[in-house]
Structure formats: structure tokens, C-alpha cells
């Protein structure tokens, strides 16, 4: 039980402190409703309406696009730091792992350009 005693104070001090994070503003903030202030809030968006209004397909694209290059970074930051390790990539591997990368690279602007021609990132026009 004298192993688990840190564990149990850590505990106590993490539930204490959610504890006065939560009541204590209840206590000492002021309360002054307003009507604005009481109405949900909807993404910055005035809650007026069907709530199943569809979404414009550009905010679709631009979340497609985020996970594309997401996903590239985690192939490019491995091999980065992999190059630089001396038990890394091997010296007899690094021009094909590079020419892979360019490849992937190349791929990742061709449809970065795709999108750009087809207008996924000008937001004025409709």
C-alpha cells in the first residue's frame, strides 16, 4: 500500500483542483444574463433556423486536404530524422528512400495544384 501512497495524494490533488476550478467561478463570477448570452452557441453561427442545413462541400474539401497533408508529415518527419541517425536509413538505402519521397512528394503536388485549379481554396467564388 506504501507504493500506491503518491498515486493517492496525485489523486486527491487532481480531483480537488477540478473540483474548486469548477465551483469556484459559480462563486465569484458576476451574473449578468442577457439574451445574447443565454442563446447557444453554434460555431459562430446565429442559431436561427433548420439546424440540418447542409454544409457548403469546400469546408468537406479543405478537411480531405488537412488529413492529406497530415498524413504526409508522417512519412516526411520519420525519414528526416531517421536520415540524420547513424543507425538510421543505411547509406546503400538513401537514394532509393529519397527517390520514394519524391515520388510521394510529387503525388502530394499534383493534387495540391488539382485542388487549387478546381478552386477548393477561393472561397468567394461559387
Known amino acids: 500500500m506504501a507504493n500506491y501512497l503518491p498515486i493517492l495524494i496525485y489523486l486527491i490533488a487532481v480531483i480537488g483542483f ?12 458576476p451574473r449578468r ?3 445574447v448570452k443565454d442563446m447557444p ?3 459562430g453561427m446565429d442559431p436561427v433556423g433548420d439546424a440540418r442545413k447542409p454544409f457548403d462541400i469546400k469546408f468537406y474539401l479543405i478537411a480531405i486536404l488537412f488529413l ?8 516526411v518527419y520519420p525519414w528526416a530524422v531517421s536520415l540524420l541517425a547513424p543507425d538510421g536509413v543505411p547509406q546503400a538505402f538513401r537514394p ?4 520514394v519521397l519524391l ?7 499534383l493534387a495540391y495544384m488539382v485542388a487549387y485549379c478546381k478552386g477548393v481554396f477561393d472561397w468567394r467564388r461559387k
Open 18 to 29: 477540478a473540483a474548486v476550478s469548477i465551483i469556484l467561478p459559480h462563486l465569484v463570477a
Open 33 to 35: 444574463p442577457t439574451r
Open 41 to 43: 452557441y453554434e460555431s
Open 68 to 75: 492529406v497533408f497530415d498524413i504526409e508529415l508522417l512519412f
Open 96 to 99: 532509393a528512400v529519397l527517390a
Open 103 to 109: 515520388v510521394l512528394m510529387a503525388t502530394l503536388g
